[in-house]
């Protein structure tokens, strides 16, 4: 695959993406040895989202302190400058083959990069208006949560006077706080489900604490206005998320704030043949993160989405380990075995493991709020329980993980129950 | 007035019903004696950081974001967002640098949490 007159590099390993988990995977391959890293980052600055998550609360884990989103990046992207990590900024990665090459789009030209291993660390995007099928005018006034804070933080835009956020997600939440901090009023954050999509302490930070009421079991079924949006008009859901007539309600407002959810962001992924996996919307991923494309490894949101940004920057540095050792051929086994979905489990990561392999963490997130749970992994064949946990509280918003302490030689299974 | 919330002390997570009346705080569904702390503590003197994001002197749009270095009680948010707004930091600014030191006298000061080149 060669185009004449096109300028051919070769790498060892080749980030896509420079957030916290691309820059944790390029670290993660320095630190397991490889020279040659390079990190190809299609905005400006490294950091991804976390350039417009000014709030507090990331890093715990990581650098066992509190900060900032713009702190988190700027901390890591010096760390992986001192370590050697090589960046392109400001390029874009057009195209990825099954045998890893890749086109990118920069400044300076176009390119091919050849990549001994690829780790892909594209992020993800929100869920859209257009994506839940909210009807309605198109007036001025309607915005994803994130492309909100995005104009707020980073450009000093003010959005509104006035503002109902649609989802409970945590940037939706994050944000009924921001626009409130600028004088904002936000009316109500409003739930399809019956709980809260965001984390605890972000409904009690972000809306208990300035009176914004959170209504469950709600939605917003119709959007009004002609130039600019001048109300919506909500109602209660049924069992099965159909909004109950007769409850509808309308409330004046002059932005919509849309917070239902991210999807990982998998186009170039597609394009080099990886299977995704339709509960996670990302990589169907062995023990060790690689696709089912030889040499082509997946970590942070595009893999799955994560709610805490330190479980992104940990799955990068494994991402870069294992590229590494992928790298170097020593990597063993091929042969893999299922980890199946089981009763009150959404999903879990890895879906696929190899057999043999032990000490293998699978992470998992359930179905619905949960106490006093038991969570148990199995041999799907002989029911033979592996490894098994007591959790007091279980909630859909929060990723757990469970250690399978033996090696792993059959298909397994896991369930959560009361 | 009544308030629920889940104790983070622990992994448990006890869903804690409070009941205030003044100054007096009547705590239920606790299983250990912290969560009564817990409770006192986030329903009677809550405490917060804060965040926000300010244009560097002469622009309009190149935002410096800030926060405070720890948090401070909740009832002082807003004066201190009142601070912040007229907050118009010169370039260079370095990522920690103190902008407004013991902000209000809170003990907090309002530093800078991003990096802007000259």
Redesign the interface.
């Known amino acids: 695959m060669t185009e004449t007159g096109t300028v051919v590099e070769r790498h060892d390993i080749v980030v896509i993406g420079g957030g916290p988990a691309g820059l944790a995977a390029a670290l993660g391959a320095r630190r397991a040895g490889i020279d040659d890293v390079l990190l190809i980052e299609r905005d400006r600055v490294l950091g991804g989202i976390l350039n417009q998550c000014i709030h507090d609360g990331f890093g715990l884990f990581l650098y066992k302190e509190t900060i900032s989103g713009p702190e988190y990046a700027e901390r890591l992207a010096e760390d992986a400058a001192r370590e050697g990590v090589i960046f392109h900024t400001g390029a874009m990665v057009l195209d990825l083959s099954p045998d890893r090459v890749l086109r990118v789009n920069a400044a300076d030209g176009y390119r091919l990069v050849r990549a001994g291993a690829v780790i892909l660390a594209m992020g993800c995007r929100e869920r859209t208006r257009d994506m839940i099928g909210i009807p309605g005018t198109r007036p001025a006034g309607i915005f994803t949560a994130g492309s909100a804070q995005n104009m707020v933080n980073l450009h000093n835009l003010k959005i509104g006077r006035e503002a109902v956020i649609l989802g409970s997600g945590d940037v939706g939440l994050i944000m009924a706080r921001r626009l409130t901090f600028e004088g904002i009023k936000v009316r109500g954050v409003f739930e399809i489900l019956p709980w809260p999509s965001g984390l605890e302490r972000n409904v009690r930070q972000c809306l208990q604490d300035f009176g914004i009421p959170l209504e469950l079991s709600s939605t917003v079924v119709d959007i009004r206005g002609r130039d600019r949006v001048s109300s919506v008009i909500v109602a209660r859901v049924d069992g099965s998320s159909r909004p109950i007539p007769g409850s509808e309600r309308e409330i004046a407002c002059d932005t919509l704030l849309f917070s239902v959810g991210l999807i990982p962001e998998n186009e170039l992924s597609k394009r080099a043949g990886v299977v995704l996996s339709p509960l996670t919307g990302g990589a169907v991923v062995d023990e060790t993160l690689m696709t089912g494309v030889p040499g082509v490894f997946s970590c942070g949101n595009v893999l799955h989405i994560h709610d805490v940004a330190d479980w992104a920057s940990f799955e990068g540095f494994e991402a870069g380990r294992r590229a590494a050792e992928f790298v170097r051929g020593r990597r063993s086994g091929a042969e893999t075995v299922e980890v199946r979905v089981g009763e009150n489990i959404r999903y879990v990561l890895p879906q696929i493991v190899r057999r043999g392999a032990s000490g293998v963490t699978l992470n998992f997130r359930v179905r619905r709020p949960m106490r006093s749970v038991a969570v148990e992994v199995r041999e799907a064949a002989s029911d033979r329980i592996l490894t098994r946990v007591k959790l007091y509280r279980l909630i859909p918003s929060e990723m757990r993980q469970i250690r399978i302490p033996t090696s792993v030689e059959d298909a397994l299974e896991i369930v959560a129950h009361e | 007035m009544n ?1 629920r ?2 104790c ?1 002390l622990c ?3 006890c869903l804690i019903e409070t009941v205030r009346r003044g100054d007096d705080l009547e705590v239920r569904g606790n299983e250990c004696p912290k969560g009564v702390d817990f409770a006192v503590q986030e329903i009677l003197h ?1 405490k ?6 300010v ?1 560097l002197k002469g622009t ?2 190149r ?1 410096v ?3 405070l270095s720890q948090s401070v009680p ?1 009832d002082l ?1 807003f004066p201190i ?1 009142d601070a912040i707004a007229v907050l118009r930091p010169e370039a260079p600014v370095r ?2 640098q103190i902008l407004i030191a013991d902000v209000l006298g809170s003990g907090a000061d309002v530093v800078a ?3 802007i080149k000259p």
């Open positions: 308030e919330l889940t983070v992994p448990i997570g809550p917060r950081n804060l965040s926000a994001s244009p309009a749009s935002m974001s800030v926060r909740r948010i967002l990522r920690g949490t991003r990096t």
